[in-house]
């Protein structure tokens, strides 16, 4: 059973990611250093990037609360 909801919580966690929009300058900026990665900017989200946002971290919490209660249960 919760094998089976882990497979469910992990297939909506790579949908819900691969619907967030991109916050830097595509592949482009990767490989020359443009745009500037600051994981610690204060960036206000705001309307459906905020909900995005916020399903995709409770999705995260899911998702090892399962696996570490699978873990246990075995």
Do not use: P, W, Y
């Not at 819900?16 to 490989?31: V, W, Y």
């Amino acid at each position: 059973m919760l094998d089976a909801l882990l497979m469910i919580v992990s297939a909506m966690i790579v949908i819900i990611t691969l619907l967030q929009g991109g916050k830097s300058n595509g592949i482009s900026g990767a490989f020359t250093g443009n745009g500037g990665l600051n994981l610690f900017a204060n960036v206000k989200e705001r309307g459906s990037e905020k909900v995005v946002s916020n399903v995709t971290m409770i999705l995260g919490i899911i998702f090892f609360v399962l696996v570490i209660a699978i873990r246990v249960t075995e």
